[in-house]
């Protein structure tokens, strides 16, 4: 007679297996003491390969962890890191190690590149400066050598803006400026004496001109020839030589009585001399312009002054005659 297993045991069977695979095996120990019961019989059980290849593996990991952490330099330490990560993907002290190496190589890489261009502009305006040194040099020098002393001294500023220690340009400045000295001493000296001389000369002309006095002319009409001084202050000029308490210092007549009785006065104040319209009835004109009333007009020598149309005046100056 067979014997039939029920259901519920076979299907029991038939997982067993597969549960007894996906289940960590137990690892004993192989370092425990020799005084522990059984430990030599421990020691004597061999390692599976996947046990020998996982501690090979975590051996070379450390072994390259240690080399990476004594390293200073960041590529090496980048290289070691890699290493690292291809044998433990999941190694977060070697990612992180990596990271901060190719960091490193970054920031050097542009502070080699900042240095590079730093030296470049140095280089750049070195030579700048070279140039600019020659070419203010040669100018100034032929500058200087042709006379020209203040265009030599415009030449050479760029020079010993660039390079004041040079000695090529100092010698060159100290010509320049010795010369200038010489010229300016020179220049102070003409123009002082072109004071000097403009001085006596108006002193002169002062000294000429005080000796010569203003006069009125009559140059048409009646009296005609007739020289008067304006040896006061104010004259007056009209057609009557007296009039109640008004009185005139030069009386001119006219047939046609158009000339008023206070025509106009003559105003003297040191060399200039004025004419006033006394508001008279047929106006005063002076060169042919009118004289406005109660208004100083300043008259020059050789003006010519016309009254009313029917007489006319000149003023010029004369010599002092000596007393």
């Known amino acids: 007679m067979l014997l039939r297993p029920a259901p519920g045991c076979l299907a029991l069977l038939l997982v067993l297996p597969c549960l007894s695979q996906s289940l960590p095996r137990p690892r004993l120990p192989t370092n425990l003491p020799a005084t522990v019961p059984g430990a030599d019989k421990v020691r004597s059980i061999p390692q599976t390969p996947g046990q020998v290849f996982r501690e090979a593996k975590q051996g070379e990991v450390s072994q390259l962890m240690a080399k990476a952490l004594a390293s200073k330099d960041p590529e090496e330490q980048a290289r070691i890191y890699t290493e690292i990560l291809i044998l433990d993907p999941n190694n977060t002290a070697a990612f992180q190690g990596r990271k901060d190496a190719l960091e490193k190589i970054e920031k050097r890489q542009a502070d080699e590149a900042q240095r590079q261009v ?173 004289a406005p009333p109660n208004k100083a007009l300043r008259i020059k020598s050789g003006a010519h002054i016309d009254l009313a149309g029917t007489c006319t005046l000149r003023l010029g100056f004369e010599r002092r005659k000596k007393k």
């Open 118 to 290: 730093q030296t470049a502009q140095q280089v750049e305006e070195s030579l700048g400066k070279e140039k600019t040194r020659r070419e203010s040099l040669k100018k100034a020098e032929n500058a200087f050598l042709a006379g020209k002393v203040e265009a030599a001294d415009r030449y050479l500023a760029p020079g010993k803006k660039v390079a004041p220690e040079d000695p090529d340009i100092q010698n060159l400045d100290a010509l320049i400026q010795r010369e200038l000295g010489s010229q300016k001493r020179k220049k102070w000296f003409l123009i002082g004496g072109g004071i000097v001389l403009g001085l006596v000369a108006i002193i002169l002309l002062i000294l000429y001109l005080r000796i010569r006095d203003p006069y009125i002319e009559i140059v048409s009409g009646e009296g005609k020839g007739k020289r008067y001084a304006i040896d006061k202050d104010h004259i007056c000029i009209g057609a009557v030589a007296q009039d109640g308490a008004g009185k005139n210092d030069i009386v001119v007549r006219d047939v046609e009585r158009m000339i008023s009785r206070f025509h106009c006065e003559i105003h003297r104040r040191g060399r200039k001399v004025f004419l006033i319209d006394c508001e008279s009835a047929n106006g005063t004109w002076v060169d042919r312009r009118p």
